[in-house]
């Protein structure tokens, strides 16, 4: 379990790295803060490491220059795969959008439809648990001290987990995702339409009984006066519209020369009224379409 401080030991690990693909994962010191501070960059690239023999723990607190190198070396090295969870969050500190062929398992996991994998949130940990089977996931020390030094025993532990945890999650969402793969060209078209009809059935039902439940629950806060209860709380809002004559509008730009010219769209309505007068308009003109399943049975009610 290499734990590299210096700036030297640090710089010759990323001249030297020749590795195609590795996860890594990221402390940040003063993450609360206005300020934050890159504290310990984690690097493993053997995803068959369970014991954490493989993953380099890299100190880079206050030494932005490190950083640097590692960026230009890996970061922006298309060559080199790298795999985080919320990568949006590390790429602060590592890049940000120069960084090339980034792997976030947090999005893999979100286009993963639900009824696939029916998860109550995308975390790290409850992937790792539902996933992979991993047991007594320890995260307390996700939010201690990274600026401390030395670190606790138990810091580096967490340090080295997170990275094993990572490429176990990765390799099992890759699995699901390549079983997602199909050729509509050879779809039995039968069976997904039989499928399709008894799940649109029962999709309408617990629709319904949704948007019931959810208009009573709404109403019985509001008659008892509960702005929030053990599952639900109310969030009010107001939305102010601001409208005024078009004709008003003219009149004002060309009063006071205001510089407003944009793009606007021409309903059927608008259209109508101009009439044969749109000719002289530089009209663009685009045509989008889109395709629509619909349910002959339900076309027949109609």
Same mark, same amino acid.
């Given at each position: 379990?290499?734990?590299?401080?210096?700036?030297?030991?640090?710089?010759? #690990?990323?001249?030297?790295?020749?590795?195609?693909?590795?996860?890594?994962?990221?402390?940040?010191?003063?993450?609360?803060?206005?300020?934050?501070?890159?504290?310990?960059?984690?690097?493993?690239?053997?995803?068959?490491?369970?014991?954490?023999?493989?993953?380099?723990?890299?100190?880079?607190?206050?030494?932005?220059?490190?950083?640097?190198?590692?960026?230009?070396?890996?970061?922006?090295?298309?060559?080199?795969?790298?795999? #985080?969870?919320?990568?949006?969050?590390?790429?602060?500190?590592?890049?940000?959008?120069?960084?090339?062929?980034?792997?976030?398992?947090?999005?893999?996991?979100?286009?993963?439809?639900?009824?696939?994998?029916?998860?109550?949130?995308?975390?790290?940990?409850?992937?790792?648990?539902?996933?992979?089977?991993?047991?007594?996931?320890?995260?307390?020390?996700?939010?201690?001290?990274?600026?401390?030094?030395?670190?606790?025993?138990?810091?580096?532990?967490?340090?080295?987990?997170?990275?094993?945890?990572?490429?176990?999650?990765?390799?099992?969402?890759?699995?699901?995702?390549?079983?997602?793969?199909?050729?509509?060209?050879?779809?039995?078209?039968?069976?997904?339409?039989?499928?399709?009809?008894?799940?649109?059935?029962?999709?309408?039902?617990?629709?319904?009984? #949704?948007?019931?439940?959810?208009?009573?629950?709404?109403?019985?806060?509001?008659?008892?006066?509960?702005?929030?209860?053990?599952?639900?709380?109310?969030?009010?809002?107001?939305?102010?519209?601001?409208?005024?004559?078009?004709?008003?509008?003219?009149?004002?730009?060309?009063?006071?020369?205001?510089?407003?010219?944009?793009?606007?769209?021409?309903?059927?309505?608008?259209?109508?009224?101009?009439?044969?007068?749109?000719?002289?308009?530089?009209?663009?003109?685009?045509?989008?379409?889109?395709?629509?399943?619909?349910?002959?049975?339900?076309?027949?009610?109609?």
């Amino acid at each position: 379990m290499p734990y590299l401080k210096s700036a030297n030991e640090i710089r010759s #690990f990323v001249a030297k790295y020749t590795k195609t693909k590795i996860w890594l994962d990221t402390e940040v010191a003063d993450y609360d803060t206005r300020n934050p501070r890159l504290s310990l960059i984690q690097v493993l690239d053997d995803c068959t490491d369970l014991t954490g023999e493989s993953v380099y723990i890299l100190d880079v607190l206050e030494q932005q220059e490190v950083v640097d190198e590692f960026i230009e070396k890996i970061m922006i090295n298309s060559s080199i795969e790298k795999v #985080f969870h919320n990568a949006k969050y590390d790429l602060r500190f590592l890049g940000k959008k120069n960084a090339k062929n980034v792997t976030c398992t947090l999005e893999m996991a979100k286009r993963i439809p639900y009824y696939i994998l029916p998860l109550p949130n995308y975390k790290l940990k409850t992937l790792a648990t539902e996933l992979c089977h991993f047991k007594n996931i320890d995260k307390q020390q996700q939010t201690s001290d990274w600026g401390i030094r030395p670190l606790s025993d138990e810091q580096i532990e967490y340090a080295y987990l997170d990275c094993i945890i990572l490429a176990q999650v990765h390799l099992r969402l890759l699995d699901i995702t390549q079983k997602l793969h199909f050729n509509a060209e050879t779809e039995d078209l039968s069976l997904l339409s039989a499928k399709y009809i008894e799940l649109e059935h029962q999709w309408q039902l617990v629709k319904s009984e #949704f948007e019931h439940l959810q208009e009573r629950v709404k109403q019985a806060m509001l008659a008892q006066q509960l702005s929030e209860i053990d599952n639900f709380k109310l969030n009010s809002s107001e939305r102010t519209t601001t409208k005024v004559p078009f004709s008003e509008l003219v009149r004002l730009v060309e009063t006071q020369n205001v510089d407003l010219d944009f793009d606007i769209t021409l309903t059927k309505d608008i259209q109508k009224k101009l009439g044969d007068n749109i000719e002289q308009l530089a009209v663009d003109i685009s045509t989008t379409s889109s395709l629509r399943l619909i349910s002959k049975q339900a076309e027949s009610e109609e």
